[in-house]
C-alpha cells in the first residue's frame, strides 16, 4: 500500500535510542517519512537499559518501593528520550515537540507498575499534527486521576503506540526492529529463517506466546481490537518493507507462518488420580488459586480405575505448582508427581492450519526424521504444539522449518 | 525559637542527593524532625552532576536546543531524586509522597530556562500534610499555562523552597548546606571565620552578591518579600543550630556580617572624555543597551576641560563592554580605554554599618596595614567594597576579618 499524506506511528524501543548516534538515525528515518508530507507521531521507549538502571537505584535504598513511587522514577526514563529526540529534530530544522504520556493525554487507572490506559485525550496532540508539528510521545507511561504518574508494565511502549494509533484512526503503526521483520524462524538458530510480508493478528500473538518476541501480545491485541494496521520494520534497513500485521492476509492458501520454540516451560505429571467426576476441575481450582496458568494438558486413562493428568506450567511456576498439588495430596488423592523441567515446547503457527489436512502430519513427520520423540501434543485453530526434550528443541525446529519452508 | 508541631520547608541541594548513602542521611534528618510531630515539606535537587550530564547529552545532538525541550529534559533530574527520597523514607516506615513541580502545583510563566513562578495551587500539597505524610517536592521547576514543564534557571530549587514556604506560611524554611551557616568569611580563606547566628536579608543579599554563594539572591529576596524566615544550616551538623536570615536581626551593636571576595570582575577606565552635560548617561546607555550590568563606577576630573570615568563590569561581560564602546568612540568623544582583568572586589557587609563612624576608616586601615592599593571605592547603607589587584585580595580579606572579627 502506498500512502498520500497519512498519519503514521513510528514506535522505536530502547536500543534505536541509546546513544546520540542512534537517536541521529531514528530522526533521520522521521525527518524522511515528514519529507514525504506524512504526518507523524513517534513512540519511544527509554535510552538502552535507563528503566533497569532507575530500578537497580531504587532497589539500592529500599527493596520493597511503593509502586507509585516506582512509577514517579521510571516515567523520567521515557521524559529523557522524548527530549533528545525532539532537540535532535529541531536540529535538522523540523518543527518538533515532545509530549510526557500526561502531556499526549493518556490517561490511565491507578495500577501502578500495570496501568491499563483507560482513554486517550487527544486534544493535544491533533493541535499539534494540525500545524504540521512532529509528534514525539513518550510510551510507557500515563497519568491516573490523581494527576500521578502510571506506568504500563510489560510491552507498554508498544500499548502506548497501538493505543494512540487507534484513537488517532492512525494509516499505520510502525514497530521498529533489529529484525527486518517477523519471520518463520529464530534465524541465529535456523539459518534459512525468512521474512513474512503478511501475518494475522492471532498467528502474531501465537507466535509471540511462543517465545518469538516481536511484539508483545498485549499491544497485538488491542491492534486486533480496534483494527489497528501494524508493521514490523528492521531499523537497520529503515526503507524496506517489513511484515503488515493485519486481521486478514492476501494470502489465500493454507499456510505456516512461523516455527517456534518455547523452553520457559516444565511438565508436571500427576499420576494414579482417583477417575471420578470434578476431578479435573478440583486439581486445576489449586493451581489457578496460586495464580499458575497451565498450558498444555494431557489426559490418560491409567490402570485399576485411576488416570493421569499431566500439563505444562511456566518453569518459574514450577515449584509453586508442586508444593500447592502436594499440600493437597489427600483432598485430590493422588498417587505421586512426576516432574520435568528439562522440556522445551516446538510449535507451528499458521492461519487455518487446522483445516487443511496433512499439517500436523507433515509436522510429526520431520520430527520423526530428525528421531525426537514426542512427549506431549497440543493443537489450536492456528498452532500445533508439541513438549520435547529440551536438548532436543533446536534441532526439532530446524528440521519443521527445513520441512515446510526449505523443501 | 523552639518549635511545637511547626510546618517546616526543608531543601537540599544536588550534593546531598548525590548517591544512595548521601539519600540516607538526608531522610534520616527528615525522619528526626518528623518524630518531633513537624509537619515537613522536602524541596530537592537533582543528584550531584545530573543536570549538566543532561544538558551535555542534549548538546551532542544540538547546540541550540529549544528552551521547551531542554526543560523537557532537565526536569526528569530533580524527579528521580524525589522518587529516590521518597523510597528511602518509605523504608524507614514513613507515610510518604513525592511531587513533581506540576503536581505541587506550581505555575508558572512560559519563559523556558528562567520562568518566573506566577502562583502555587497548595492543595494537593495541604491535603497531603493534613494526612501528616512528609511531602517531597521537586525544586527548580513548574508547569506552564500550556501544561509544558518550566525550569526556574538559576538558584531555582531554593526559589521553589522560599515560594512554598511563603504560600503555606511555613514557620521555617531551613536550606541544608556544605557550611555550618553563613559565615564571616569563606573558611577556606581564613581559618579565623566566624558563623553568624543572626543576618538580615540584605546583608544575606550583599554578601551573596559579592561571591559569598550560599543562598541565591532571588530567593532572598522572595523571603523578604513575604517574610519567610529562613535558616541556613550544615548538612553535616544537622541538629546544630545554623545562621537565622530575618528581617530585623536582635543585635542592636553595629555589626559587620562578613567579608568576601568578588573575583569575577574588570575594570574599565575611559579615559579623556568630553566634560559635557550628559556624557554619563550617553556613555551607560552604550552598555546598557547591550544588557551590560555595571557595578562600581567612579568619575574624576582628568585634564583639559575632559574627564575620566572608571567602571567594573563582570568579567564575563568585559569584551562586549569594550566592543560596545569602541564602536562609539566618535560619538562618545573619548581619547581611550584602559582595561584591567586582574582585580578582585573586596567588601565588608553590615547593616546600619554606614550610620556608624569609624567602620571605613577601620577598613581601610586594615589594608594599609597590609599593603594592599586600594583602586576604587564604592559604600551603601551596608557595604563597602574596595577594588584591589587580584593577587592582593585575599590579603586584603585576612586582614580584614583580623581587625574586625579576631581582634
Redesign the interface.
Known sequence: MVFFMALIVKKFGGTSVAD?DC??RVAGIVADDYAEGHDIIVVLSAQGDTTDD?IE??G???AT??R???D??L??GE??S???M???L??MGLPV??L?G??AGIRTNSDHGNARIERIDVE?IKNELDRRTIVIVAGFQGVDKF??PTTLGRGGSDTTAVAVAAVLHADRCQFYKDVEGVLTCDPRKVPGAQKLDEITYDEMMELASLGAQVLHNRSVQMAKRYGVELEVRSSFEPRKRGTIVKEVTNLEKTRISGVAKDTNTARIAIIGLRDEPGIAFKLFRVLSKEKIVVDIILQSIGRDNSKDISFTVAKSDLDAAVTALENQKQALGFEKLDVSDTVAKVSIVGAGMMTASGVATMMFEALYDAKVNINMISTSEIKISVLVHEEEADRAVAAIHRKFFED
Open positions: 546520540a537517536i541521529r532507575l537505584k531504587a539500592e535504598l529500599n518501593p511503593s507509585r513511587e516506582l514517579m522514577l516515567a523520567t521524559q529523557v522524548i527530549a533528545l525532539a532537540i535532535a529541531e536540529k515537540i515532545s510526557s500526561r502531556q493535544r494527576d500521578d
